[in-house]
């Protein structure tokens, strides 16, 4: 089976072409690929696979390297963008279509040639991210985990993500804190749980530990319910394109003043290609 690595800021993924209509690899054969040691490695698994909606040129599907599924990937519709084009299966000049398990997205090129993502408009309500919580002020909740009160935002951008302010990210308890959010039953298909830090009105620093994986070099979905989630607080400016640094790079984030729909661009890269054996 021929594959392709790709990274976007470092969140790496092995990208599978089954657009002749194979069957996308089971839990346990995601799991293998993207074990580091016995496999390729990858943080998650990117099947291409034909379009579903009118129009688009391809939809994809997300697997975790815990073999889980999940629904959105930001850096991960980025690197799909560059291989379709790369294939001739897109245009150069961007505007098309690719289609997620979270629906359809809108693709752009931006003055450097990177690939500008819609990523659609985030949702605020409990019951969308899904989350049983508790409010306590405004779009923020709080969440005893060993007797500590955490407070954070949380998000759904087609995937669940919880926002966490922290001070200084170098020293934020990811390790921990993201595997205890994860376990409550606060949140019943689990959640990405981000810390982010406040560097400006238009630059926030960003760590996020996800669902199915850990923590990553960076997410794409986690910048954008970052952005969502900072932004409604008034933490940050709405009005301006935000830089989110990650520890793997840094992704724009812009929210559209008119639908606020949240628009993402950022690095895409070919690392190799290869076949797997077994
Ligand atoms: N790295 C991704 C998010 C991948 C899915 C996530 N772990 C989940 O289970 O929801 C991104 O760039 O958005």
Known sequence: MRFSKMHGAGNDFVVLDLRDGRAPP?????????????????????TVEAPRS???VASYRIWNSDGSAARQCGNGARCIAAWLLRDGAAP????FAIDSPAGRHEVARDAQGGFVIDMGAPGFLPEAVPLRGWHVAQDEYTLDIDGIAVRFGAVSMGNPHAVIEAADVATAPVAELGPAMQASLAFPE???VGFAEVVSRDRIRLRVFERGVGETLACGSGACAAVASLARRGRIDAEREIAVELPGGTLRIRIDRTDGRIRMGGPTAFVFEGSILS
């Open 26 to 46: 089971d839990a346990a054969q995601c799991a293998r690929i993207a074990d580091r040691h016995l496999g390729v490695g990858c943080d998650q698994l990117l």
């Open 54 to 56: 009118e129009g688009a």
């Open 92 to 95: 150069a000049n961007g505007g």
């Open 190 to 192: 689990s959640v990405n």
